[in-house]
Nanobody, 125 residues
């Protein structure tokens, strides 16, 4: 059973930056596409970003392109989400997820098997 634990969320002001971390258990982290999603109150879970197994290919949701950067360190079993120039509309619970597929173009919830508990990001204006 894979466990994913996110950290790094918090209350920030618009324009500031945050880095979210997600640490995975188990020895096969480097064999899986990893992704980040977010869910704001009253909204469906939204795809944010995904990264290939080796970290050489990434995908982003349209609403976050240019401000969010996903990366990974397979030696540390960790995937990161750097968020710059935060906006109030970025307020949400952010989840990391692990996919069983090998294609980085994984932007649907059903394509991911394991999920973290989420970390809250709140952006004040």
């Amino acid at each position: 059973q894979v466990q994913l634990v996110e950290s790094g969320g918090g209350l920030v002001q618009a324009g500031e930056s945050l880095r979210l971390d997600c640490v995975a258990s188990g020895p096969t982290f480097g064999s899986h596409v990893m992704g980040w999603f977010r869910q704001a109150p009253g909204n469906k879970r939204e795809f944010v970003a995904s990264i290939s197994r080796k970290g050489d290919n990434t995908r982003y949701g349209e609403s976050v392109k240019g401000r969010f950067t996903i990366s990974r360190d397979n030696a540390r079993n960790t995937v990161y989400l750097q968020i710059n120039n935060l906006k109030p509309e970025d307020t949400a619970v952010y989840y990391c997820a692990q996919s069983r597929f090998s294609d980085v173009a994984m932007n649907q919830e059903f394509q991911y098997d394991y999920w973290g508990q989420g970390t809250q990001v709140t952006v004040s204006s």
